[in-house]
Each structure stands twice: as structure tokens, then as C-alpha cells.
T-cell receptor
Framework: AQKITQTQPGMFVQEKEAVTLDCTYD???????LFWYKQPSSGEMIFLIY??????QNATEGRYSLNFQKARKSANLVISASQLGDSAMYFC?????????????FGKGTRLSVIA | GAVVSQHPSWVICKSGTSVKIECRSL??????MFWYRQFPKQSLMLMAT?????????EQGVEKDKFLINHASLTLSTLTVTSAHPEDSSFYIC????????????FGAGSRLTVL
């Protein structure tokens, strides 16, 4: 079974508008971390935001916020005031058994295109 | 912040040759590094977990004799693609966890391998 599901292969958003990228996850661990990375065409993976499973408040980092709904096992990324430079692939990822050196498991990604 | 350097960024080689990719943690020690492979328009797939001073742990379906991983020091892990073939052409990217118990994995810039 997929650990991370991103159901939107592609999304379009008007410049300056907000956009939500969906992510659901599957785990039986109590301790885990959820991450969002941005991958522009250059290929580098840019860390955006992190949410721990025990964090009670939704994470925010500048224009990025993570809508964490633990009971629904969802961790949607909200980008406010979209900019042309936000056009990229966005990956949701999870690390289970968080206390150890566990790898990230990625979803299939969502390609975001920001329109002027 | 934690910086991971990956080299080379691009490599083109003939079929049957071997290619070595280096992943260095520049400002921290990384006892564990992770190697991912990404085919065009797909997600990152974990290939192996590289542990300093011990054998790497490979994911199911990844040939350990083909993808040799050496993690001889706390700041360097190498991935050698042996007897490369065109189907090995891909984007290879490494990541490591920063010291101090950081939650976020930092990625190298990736290495794009093209086998002719």
C-alpha cells in the first residue's frame, strides 16, 4: 500500500492567489514526521515545511502552511500569495519511526504551475 | 545550516563503463546517508541506506552488485554504478540528516546520469 498519496498530478493557480496541494498518508507508527519539498526544473530538493505527529499546531513557514488533520491522516500544503517562482514539482514525504535514522518516503508529486 | 554536496552534477558515459557519484556532508557528520533514484516525471525512490563503517542496506529490487555504496567516513558516501547500461540513466540524489538530531533531511543537488 502507498504510504504517501498525492492525488493531484498537476495544479494551476493564478499569481497572487492561494493554492492547496493535497497529501494523505498511511502509517501505524505513533511517532512520524511529515514534510513538503519543492523540486524546480534544476532537480534540487528544497525543504519547505515540517510537521511532527505530536505537534498540536499546524506548521507555518512564511507563505507555506501545513494543514495537518491527524484523524484524517492528511497533511495538505497551502501556499499563499502564489508567485511565478513557485512553479515546480511539490513532493509530500514522511519519515516513520522518527527516533531513528529512517529515510523519507515520497509521494508521486504534484506539478504546480503559476499563471501570470 | 546543513549542506550536502554532490558531485558530479552531470555525467555521460558509454555503456559498460562504471560511474562514481560522491555525496559529502560539508558542515556536519552524517553517520547515515540515503541514496534515491528519480526517473523522468516520477517520484524519488529509495535505493539504499548508507551507514558509515558498515554495509549499506539496499531496498528490494536494487542490485547491490550493480550499485556499490561505500561510506568510509562520516562525511562521504559514494555510489558507483558498475557496468552501466542505458536503463541506468536517471537522476541520482543523496540525502543526509544534519547533526544535533535535526528532523529534516538535507539533499544534495543530484547527479544526472546518461548512459549511451
Amino acid at each position: 500500500a502507498q504510504k504517501i498519496t498525492q492525488t493531484q498530478p498537476g495544479m494551476f493557480v493564478q499569481e497572487k492567489e492561494a493554492v492547496t496541494l493535497d497529501c494523505t498518508y498511511d502509517t501505524s507508527d505513533q511517532s512520524y514526521g511529515l514534510f513538503w519539498y519543492k523540486q524546480p526544473s534544476s532537480g534540487e530538493m528544497i525543504f519547505l515545511i515540517y510537521q511532527g505527529s505530536y505537534d498540536e499546531q499546524n506548521a507555518t513557514e512564511g507563505r507555506y502552511s501545513l494543514n495537518f488533520q491527524k484523524a484524517r491522516k492528511s497533511a495538505n500544503l497551502v501556499i499563499s500569495a502564489s508567485q511565478l517562482g513557485d512553479s515546480a514539482m511539490y513532493f509530500c514525504a514522511m519519515r516513520e519511526a522518527f527516533s531513528g535514522n529512517t529515510p523519507l518516503v515520497f509521494g508521486k508529486g504534484t506539478r504546480l504551475s503559476v499563471i501570470a | 545550516g546543513a549542506v550536502v554536496s554532490q558531485h558530479p552534477s552531470w555525467v555521460i558515459c558509454k555503456s559498460g563503463t562504471s560511474v562514481k557519484i560522491e555525496c559529502r556532508s560539508l558542515d556536519f557528520q552524517a553517520t547515515t546517508m540515503f541514496w534515491y533514484r528519480q526517473f523522468p516525471k516520477q517520484s524519488l525512490m529509495l535505493m539504499a541506506t548508507s551507514n558509515e563503517g558498515s554495509k549499506a542496506t539496499y531496498e528490494q529490487g536494487v542490485e547491490k552488485d550493480k550499485f556499490l555504496i561505500n561510506h568510509a567516513s562520516l562525511t562521504l558516501s559514494t555510489l558507483t554504478v558498475t557496468s552501466a547500461h542505458p536503463e541506468d540513466s536517471s537522476f541520482y540524489i543523496c540525502s543526509a540528516r544534519g547533526d544535533g538530531g535535526a528532523n529534516v533531511l538535507t539533499f544534495g543537488a543530484g547527479s544526472r546520469l546518461t548512459v549511451l
